[in-house]
Every structure is written in structure tokens, then in C-alpha cells.
């Protein structure tokens, strides 16, 4: 049987957000009502094509001190198009198997995910925003839940997968051209944050 991902109508987005693009400052409530109300697990084949769906993804940036963990992928990875990409985020999918309730299985989904990455005790977790990049084919079919997690971080999962470094934020600007898209995005909204 094949993956069931968690998804949410993108018209429902298109209502919360309309055609802004970037880190959206939505309520955290509002997230978890749509979320609730209107989530749904469709295959995974279907989801990665249907722009009619939004599949719904945790990105969390860890932060330990002043400084912002620096995942780059490896060349062991899958994704050839993501090879040696910069990523300040870590998520993926939420699966059926996560739990049946669609919001139980995000927060599930998104704990699972960050374990299977990072070993890291959370301090705390702050919400920051959704991340709706309407660019590509790829990003049309997605929606990012952005959170930044204080962290004591005690080492990699996947080591085979990801380098690492940390980063105050005056230094992640030297990654710019070889960021993912969203991890672009989720360091404009930290730099514009830290000048307020």
C-alpha cells in the first residue's frame, strides 16, 4: 500500500492567505482549525501532482544560543536536484501512521520527523509563521508550518545525508546560493524579525 500524506484543500490556503507569497504571519489557531476541519490523507503520488491539495509540512530551524543549525545535503540523498542544497529546516511529510486525527498527526508527524534527523532536546518551540511559495510546480503542492525550536543539539541521525554547521544569523547570508527555497524564505523573515 502506498504512503497516505496529510493534505489540506489549497483553496482553503488561497482563503487565509490569498496569493502572498513568503512566511505569512497566520494564526497558530487558525493553522490548527484549518488543519483539523479540512485535513485529509491522500496518496502520495496523487498529492505530489494534485495542485487542487496543499501537502502539509512541519519546517523547524534549530537554534542553540545565537546560533542556527546549517544542514547541507549530501550527494547519498535521493533528490539529485537537492545535492549539496543548504537547508535551515527540518520536516517532511505527515503520514496516516502518524495518527488518524489530522492535527494529532501533524504534531506526531512533526516530532517524528525531527527525530529522525536531529537529536536535539527542545527548550522551547516558537511558532513563525506559514511558508506559501507559489514559484514552482513543486512548491504549488506543498505548505510549510514554520516554527524556530531552542535546542541543545547532541548530533545528526542521518549522518550519511547532511554536513552540519552553526551559524549566528549575520553569517547565513554566505549559503544564499545554494539555499532551498524555503530555507530563502525562512531567513528573510529571520532577518527581518531581528531588525525590528
Known amino acids: 500500500m502506498s504512503e497516505r500524506v496529510l493534505v489540506i484543500p489549497s483553496e482553503e490556503i488561497l482563503q487565509i492567505v490569498g496569493n502572498s507569497e513568503g512566511i505569512i504571519n497566520v494564526e497558530y489557531s487558525t493553522i490548527q482549525n484549518v488543519i483539523s476541519q479540512f485535513g485529509v490523507f491522500i496518496d502520495r503520488d496523487r498529492a505530489e501532482s494534485d495542485e487542487n491539495y496543499r501537502q502539509v509540512i ?94 541543545i543539539f547532541e548530533g545528526l541521525n542521518e549522518p550519511d545525508m547532511f554536513t552540519y554547521t552553526w551559524c549566528k544569523l549575520s553569517e547565513l547570508a554566505k549559503f544564499l546560493q545554494h539555499m532551498e527555497g524555503w530555507s530563502y524564505i525562512v531567513f528573510q523573515e529571520l532577518r527581518r524579525l531581528m531588525q525590528n
Request: net charge positive; hydrophobic share 40%.
Open 58 to 151: 512541519p519546517y523547524v530551524v534549530m537554534k542553540e544560543q545565537d546560533k542556527f543549525l546549517v544542514l547541507r545535503r549530501t550527494t547519498r540523498q535521493g533528490e539529485k536536484r537537492l545535492h549539496n542544497k543548504i537547508s535551515l529546516g527540518v520536516g517532511g511529510h505527515i503520514n496516516r501512521d502518524d495518527n488518524e486525527q489530522p492535527w494529532q498527526a501533524f504534531l506526531k508527524g512533526m516530532e517524528r520527523e525531527i527525530n529522525e534527523e536531529v537529536r536535539v532536546r527542545i527548550l522551547n518551540l516558537s511558532y513563525l509563521g506559514l511558508i506559501n511559495d507559489l514559484s514552482s510546480p513543486v512548491s504549488r503542492v506543498h505548505v510549510g508550518i514554520a516554527f524556530v525550536a531552542d535546542v
